[in-house]
């Protein structure tokens, strides 16, 4: 447990990605995955489900290069969706798009599609089970990777036929999982120092943490490479993400952590941008500013 635990109401909020073709990925978000365009200014564009909250920010960078192997960063982020109903209408029109999936998986708390977008930005569709039936073992909550009853799931809401209109609007984004270079100094910042509980470990090489119960706001793992340094700044891929923490008094308590422990950090009004061990970018918000 972490000495000051991080509130119970925290989330993870916006992705901000780089991509290098911005007009591909805007239809691949867009007529792929169902994302509405937000607002869009420059190289930069916001997409959202409800219309009003932006879950992705794309910037286009023609010179972006691919992300190099067995680098820190992105590994995927995910996207939760309301109902079952609603992740069989995602894999319904994934398959008549005829886009690949890399993997589909039943984790025992939630049911999740594995693909990438055009530039090799790792993404994860899923609904969570409900709360009360996931499983734990010696008090520890047990996640597997099991495999996914696909026909099962593409039977589901066999007599909607509503034609595609996108993603629910209540559809957010549920966690990030994320490269580091070193387990046990992810650990100890994001559980020791911004206060997530650690939910469970995989191995020796992948960790697991969550605020409020939640089977993980955020996944860290060692699979590119112990010791794996950051791509460069000119690379696809994350550039960060954010943490919601519901009001300030919360976000002081982090601030007031990240100093104690001499992490660097800047202070912008109602949020922090500082990065984790590994250089992952990490904004810390209140929520809705």
């Not at 950090?265 to 109602?270: A, V």
């Amino acid at each position: 447990m972490p000495a000051v635990p991080i509130h119970p109401q925290t989330f993870i909020g916006t992705v901000y990605l780089t991509v290098s073709d911005l007009e591909r990925a805007l239809r691949f978000y867009g007529d792929v995955l169902g994302f509405k365009l937000l607002h869009r200014q420059g190289d930069a564009a916001a997409l959202t489900a409800d219309g009003a909250t932006p879950l992705l920010v794309l910037t286009g960078r023609p010179d972006a290069r691919p992300r190099p192997p067995r680098t820190t960063g992105l590994y995927h982020f995910a996207i939760l969706t309301p109902s079952r109903a609603d992740l069989a209408r995602s894999l319904r029109h994934l398959v008549e798009s005829g886009y690949p999936l890399d993997g589909a998986a039943d984790h025992l708390v939630s049911e999740a599609l594995y693909l990438a977008d055009p530039d090799g930005n790792g993404i994860e569709i899923y609904r969570d089970r409900p709360r009360d039936t996931w499983p734990y073992r010696n008090g520890h909550l047990y996640m597997a990777t099991d495999p996914l009853d696909l026909d099962g799931l593409l039977a589901e809401g066999t007599n909607d036929n509503r034609p595609w209109e996108g993603l629910h609007p209540q559809t957010r984004i549920g966690h990030i999982h994320l490269h580091v270079s070193n387990l046990s100094q992810a650990e100890a910042f994001y559980q020791g120092v911004l206060g997530f509980d650690l939910t469970t470990r995989y191995g020796a090489s992948a960790a697991f943490l969550s605020a409020g119960g939640y089977h993980h706001h955020i996944g860290i793992n060692t699979w590119a490479g112990v010791g794996a340094p950051p791509p460069p700044p000119d690379a696809v891929g994350l550039r960060w993400f954010d943490i919601c923490v519901p009001d300030e008094p919360a976000l002081a308590e982090v601030e007031e952590r990240l100093r104690a422990a001499a992490v660097a950090c800047e202070g912008h009004g109602s949020s922090i941008t500082l990065r984790d061990p590994s250089g992952n970018g990490i904004r810390i918000v209140v929520s809705g500013k």
